[in-house]
């Protein structure tokens, strides 16, 4: 069964930090890994995804790669702002349902603050 | 614009009372799926449907129903028979392999039981 672990749970950072937050995934049979930003009560917002065949996406102040060997992947936060404070959500799309459909499965996320 | 639009935003339920989720999608997604997202917890998938007039049990389909009698709507119906049913709840939508499965989700529904 796959497991996804992201590593920090929490993380505090001034505000023009470049950051790191990382995800791990036990099962490297993956057709995609997609990096999701979640604010207080609301839902999910795709912030880049990443193709088994690929090894990074960028999107902006946003880097995110993907190690499907080792089962790794990091999104990368440049000159973190206030308004990047959000719960990042790491998943991996793995298991074919049936037809078009596809599973994904989540880790807990990371929960960023950035300070003024 | 496209996108899924989930209603209501919050809900109340009482004890032994069935209440029903709406969620529609314009994107022309085949896929949808329903996750609930418990506090400090991953999401976990209820059901999901891959085409109209089908669907299937995800990992904790128990307590719950659903239908797909078109594209665009995929309800989610929380029955007296889910003892836990507060959480908040995720519609999503995927596209197909021509773009690599990615998923859309909508802003989602708080369900509070009173």
């Known amino acids: 069964k796959q497991e996804v672990t992201q590593i920090p749970a929490a993380l505090s950072v001034p505000e023009g930090e470049n950051l790191v937050l990382n995800c791990s995934f036990t099962?490297?049979?993956?057709?995609?890994l997609q990096w999701f930003r979640q604010d207080p009560g609301k839902g999910l917002t795709s912030l880049l995804l990443i193709q088994s065949s690929q090894r990074e996406q960028t999107s902006g102040r946003l880097n995110a790669s993907l190690d499907k060997s080792s089962g790794r992947s990091t999104l990368y936060i440049a000159a973190s702002q206030p308004g990047d404070s959000a719960t990042y959500l790491c998943?991996?799309?793995?298991?074919?349902?049936?037809?078009?459909?596809?599973?994904?499965?989540f880790g807990s996320g990371t929960q960023l603050t950035v300070l003024p | 614009d496209g996108g899924i639009t989930q209603s209501p935003k919050y809900l109340f339920r009482k004890e032994g009372q069935n209440v029903t989720l709406s969620c529609e999608q314009n994107l022309n997604h085949d896929a949808m799926y329903w996750y609930r997202q418990d506090p400090g917890q991953g999401l976990r998938l209820i059901y999901y449907?891959?085409?109209?007039?089908?669907?299937q049990k995800g990992d904790i389909a128990e307590g719950y129903s659903v239908s797909r009698e078109k594209k665009e709507s995929f309800p989610l119906t929380v029955t007296s028979a889910q003892k836990n049913p507060t959480a908040f709840y995720l519609c999503?939508?995927?596209?197909?392999?021509?773009?690599?499965?990615?998923?859309?989700f909508g802003s989602g529904t708080r369900l509070t039981v009173v």
């Open positions: 998943a991996v799309c793995q298991m074919r349902l049936s037809g078009s459909a596809r599973q994904l499965t």
């Open positions: 449907s891959q085409i109209v007039n089908d669907f």
């Open positions: 999503a939508s995927s596209i197909g392999p021509g773009s690599g499965y990615g998923y859309t």
């Open positions: 099962d490297s049979a993956i057709y995609n």
